[in-house]
Structures are given as C-alpha cells and as structure tokens.
C-alpha cells in the first residue's frame, strides 16, 4: 500500500522486477518494451528504475503492433527486464492479442507490468494474473471512489504475483530488505485515503463492483454512439465497441473549420460541464470517460451540449460567424463579459450563456475567460503579495 501516486506505483513495480532479475544473475536485463499508445509515466518510471526504453510501434486501429512487438523481443530477448502495457489500451479500447503479448514477454524470460490506470474496465470482469500480468500498481482513484485529478492522489496496491512478493517495497527501519526498496515516506499508505476505499469495496460487495465496472463500459459506449455521427470515435474494438472511455477526434473538424479542440473545450463551460481530457493521448482530440457514477439524464445533457455545440461549429463553417468572433472562440463567457452596454459580437448575449435555453441545466458561471494555458506552463507568474505587505 505504500506508493502515494501512480507514477510511484510504476516505480515500485519496476523495482520489484529490476530485483527479481538481479536475484537470479541475469544483471544485463535492463530493457523495458513500452508501446507508443502508453501513458508518458511509464517510460519515465522505467527510466527512473535504471531501465533503457524501447518503444513498440501501434497499429492503426490503436492495437500493440505484433509484428513490431516479435521484431523488438527477437532483437533484445536477452535484455529484456519487463514490458509496460495499459489494459484496456490508453486508446479506450480492450487489446485483442493481450494474452499473446504478456506470453511472447514471458517466452524471453521478461515480466509484465500491467498499468492499473484503467482498472475501471476491469474490475469483477477480468484478472490481470490470468491474461498474463506479473505486477500491476491499482489506481483507487476513479475506480475505487477516491476523486481523479484534482481531488485525490492516486494511492493504491502494487499487487503482485507470488515470485515478486519478496521483493515489494518494505519498511525503512526493517531488516528483511535493503533502504532501497522503500519508496515513499508513508510506509503503509495513505492513512486518509485507504479507509474511504475500504468503505465502498465494503459496501459495493463483489457484485456492486461488477455492475459499476459494466455501467462505466456502457456509459463510454453510449456516449460513442451518441456522437459518433457529430464526432467520429477514433479507436474502436473488432466488434465496434469502446471499453470505458472513448476518444472523439476533431482534427478533420478543425481543418475544415478553423475550429479547435481547445474551442469546444472552453464552450463546454458556457454548457456547464468541465471538458473531457483534451489532446490525450492524442493531440486535437477529446477522451470522455463517463465512469459509473454519472446518470442517464448527466450523460444525456453531455451528449446535448456536444451536439449542439457542433451545430455551433458547422456555422463557423458556413461563414455566419468568422472563425475569429465566434461563441466557441470567444468562449467561456463570464457575467462579467456579458453585463456590458455595448456588445459587439455576432451573436447574442443569450447564445453566449444559455446556449440550450435557461431550462436546459442549473447554470454555472464560469469564474474567469480564457487564459494563455501554454504561456502560463512555460513561464512562472507569481501572485503572491511581496514581503512589504505583511509589515
């Protein structure tokens, strides 16, 4: 229980395979194979284990390119450490050819790390250790009730199979292990945080859990369908079908248009919802993850604003309004913004703050318009008061 984030979970897994290896002599196993759809930590996790990154090729569809993947294992067999692999796939979708993947990692005498970041898809459904996983770090956060992002770390087990056990992370002050496999300074987890994930495991029991993990998978794939005529879905499985996420890709949209993925992302606001994950994991596009916890009627009200927002779109795209002044562009609109005595846009103060009609949902002001995010990521602006204020 001790890592305090996923990123640290990854390490702690690495590690546990890095000593794995090195407790049979096979010391020159110093080789990570991570496919090029998988979250940037992984190949930062590897490389803070002492690991070198190879990356295996996708194919078109989002699917681990096998071909690649045979090509990369014959050329490095004897190198090979371990292979980092997100299941379902960061493309939202289940990877066909899992077990044959972990197998051909195996055949070299390689472990596999199965990234728990999409758990949600998983759980009461399928076992990492059945398909082919050595070690896997499970995320609570979205999966087990404690809040993504902003709201909660990303604490949870690194769970293991029985040949790894001795190598987990321990206690710094005990003698069974080396300093050097405690990696963080809360021992035994997050003492805030484990009980509320104890609490709902409790409650939801085994079959709770199951039909969570498959409302998340029929929310995802509602939405798919939905809005797959306004927005093409990027990656679907060989049957059409997402697992819990799926990716709406506006490139074509924005080359036709002027129109971009940051646009629709801002507008949302003026709907009232907080945009999807924008540009991953790939740029100009939208990942919707509706987990199990939103209702008919909010991802009804989602899929409203999307679609109306593409009727936005598609008059930029006729020319009745300029790809410069525009509800998208200009948006989100603040009360601020709208309570002036002059308005000099092409469209109403009505349109800009209650696009589907005063009924449509509680409004929610957004507080502040736009900002340069990429200035504001590459130069540091400090607000705090200088040291004379406090006199």
């Not at 000593?19 to 496919?35: F, K, Q």
């Not at 758990?119 to 990492?128: E, F, H, K, M």
């Not at 949870?156 to 199979?161: D, E, K, L, Y």
Request: proline share 7%.
């Amino acid at each position: 229980m001790q890592p305090n984030a996923g990123s640290q979970g990854e390490y702690a897994g690495l590690l546990a395979i890095k000593a794995y290896h090195e407790s049979r002599g096979d010391t020159d196993r110093d080789l990570c194979l991570i496919p090029s759809s998988a979250h940037g930590t992984n190949a930062a996790s590897a490389a803070l284990a002492g690991m070198r990154v190879v990356v295996v090729a996708c194919r078109e569809n989002g699917d681990v390119d096998l071909d690649d993947l045979r090509a990369k294992i014959a050329e490095h067999a004897d190198r090979i450490a371990a292979l980092m692999i997100t299941y379902p796939s960061t493309h939202g979708v289940y990877e066909h050819d899992v077990a044959d993947i972990c197998a051909a990692v195996h055949d070299v005498g390689g472990q596999v790390y199965v990234d728990g970041a999409n758990l949600n898809a998983l759980v009461g459904l399928a076992r990492p250790g059945k398909f082919g996983g050595d070690v896997s770090h499970l995320n609570l956060h979205k999966t087990f009730c404690i809040p993504h992002g902003g709201g909660g770390p990303g604490v949870g087990p690194v769970a293991v199979r029985s040949h790894l056990a001795p190598f987990l992370p321990g206690h710094p002050l005990a003698d069974e292990l080396p300093d050097e496999h405690t990696v963080s300074s809360a021992p035994y987890g997050s003492a805030s945080i484990l009980p509320i994930t104890w609490a709902y495991i409790r409650m939801m029991g085994a079959a709770g859990l199951r039909e969570a993990t498959l409302t998340a998978i029929a929310s995802a794939n509602y939405v798919a369908r939905r809005l797959d005529e306004y927005y093409p879905v990027l990656y679907t499985g060989e049957n059409g079908m997402v697992a819990h996420e799926c990716i709406l890709d506006l490139r074509a949209i924005t080359k036709a248009t002027g129109v971009t993925v940051d646009d629709v992302a801002k507008r949302l606001a003026d709907y009232g919802f907080h945009a999807p994950t924008m540009s991953f994991p790939v740029a100009g596009t939208l990942m919707v993850e509706p987990t199990e916890s939103e209702s008919l009627a909010e991802v009804d009200a989602f899929c409203d604003a999307m679609i109306a927002i593409r009727a936005e779109i598609d008059k930029v795209g006729a020319g009745v309004w300029t790809v410069e002044d525009n509800p998208l562009r200009n948006a989100p609109h603040t009360a601020e913004c709208l309570l002036v005595a002059e308005w000099n846009h092409p469209y109403t103060r009505e349109q800009a703050a209650y696009p589907l009609g005063k009924g449509f949902r509680p409004k929610v002001w957004p507080p502040v318009r736009r900002i340069d995010g990429a200035y504001g990521d590459r130069n540091l602006v400090c607000s705090c008061p200088p040291v004379e204020a406090f006199a």
